[in-house]
């Protein structure tokens, strides 16, 4: 995607905080009050409570559609407070800041190129640090500081093992279930297959077989399951008007395989 360049800072908040308490707001108005002018943009709340799996998802899925110069901010944190750390990464133009839990690993495994600081400086934090909210007293004014231009290499050190989760691509044939959205839809990390391949291939995952991809959720009648070419560049198993996931054979992580249908 073409980034425009804009004047105004603009920083995004992934967090599994919900609605119901005031923790999102409240690292807005961390970052307003030090930044009156940046664009602070929700990018999701509702994540599932300490799925990092889910916000490393979220996260990659929806970066490279904001300007250069981004600040991606991503708390789903279920060690806040013990000895894990937190990072900032400058990668692809953009700046990242979240707990060293992997949660940045499919951000990275796509931009390759990246510099990363543990965040230890007490300057760029509040001025009292609680145990169990380093999303507003970490995170929060560490991208407003980076909104008002200090200096990335004063945050902290360098380090280069960050925290991994499983690659985002199969290494081998057989795939697996990445992200379960809102619908129910099952987003696998299997590339579609190319067009005159699709009436052939069967894809499998549970006891669920279903032959072809359809081209789009109406193709199939309701209820029914069908596999499309999702808008993340990934395979997807829906149901027309219902949910797919079933748990807990239908659910994240459970194998996909794909074969064709002439191998029968």
């Avoid at 509702?46 to 996260?59: K, P």
């Avoid at 198993?237 to 002439?262: C, F, G, H, Q, Y």
Wanted: aromatic residues 8%.
């Amino acid at each position: 995607m073409t980034n425009a360049q804009t004047d105004r800072a603009v920083i995004t908040l992934t967090t599994d905080f919900g609605w119901q308490d005031s923790f999102a707001g409240v690292m807005k108005g961390v970052i307003i009050c030090l930044n009156p002018e940046a664009v602070v943009i929700d990018l999701a709340h509702d994540l599932t409570a300490h799925c990092i799996e889910e916000a490393a998802f979220t996260l990659w899925s929806a970066f490279k559609y904001f300007p250069e110069k981004t600040i991606h901010v991503a708390v789903v944190d279920p060690g806040v407070g013990s000895g894990r750390h937190i990072l900032a990464v400058k990668a692809g133009g953009y700046y990242f800041v979240a707990p060293d839990n992997g949660l940045l690993s499919y951000v990275l495994d796509e931009i390759g190129d990246y510099q990363i600081r543990l965040v230890n400086n007490p300057d760029i934090m509040l001025e009292s640090v609680s145990r169990t909210f380093h999303g507003r007293d970490i995170m929060a004014p560490v991208a407003a500081h980076l909104s008002l231009g200090f200096p990335f290499e004063t945050l902290g050190p360098t380090m280069d093992r960050p925290v991994r989760l499983k690659p985002l691509y199969p290494d081998s044939g057989e795939g697996r279930i990445i992200h379960v959205d809102r619908f129910g839809n099952l987003i696998t990390n299997i590339k579609p297959p190319e067009t005159e391949l699709w009436d052939d291939v069967l894809i499998e995952t549970g006891e669920v077989v279903i032959k072809g991809v359809s081209l789009h959720y109406a193709q199939a009648p309701a209820g029914e399951y069908l596999a499309v070419a999702g808008s993340h560049g990934f395979l997807e198993i829906a149901r027309n008007s219902a949910r797919a996931e079933d748990p807990p054979a239908l659910t994240l992580n459970s194998a996909v395989r794909l074969r064709s249908s002439k191998q029968d």
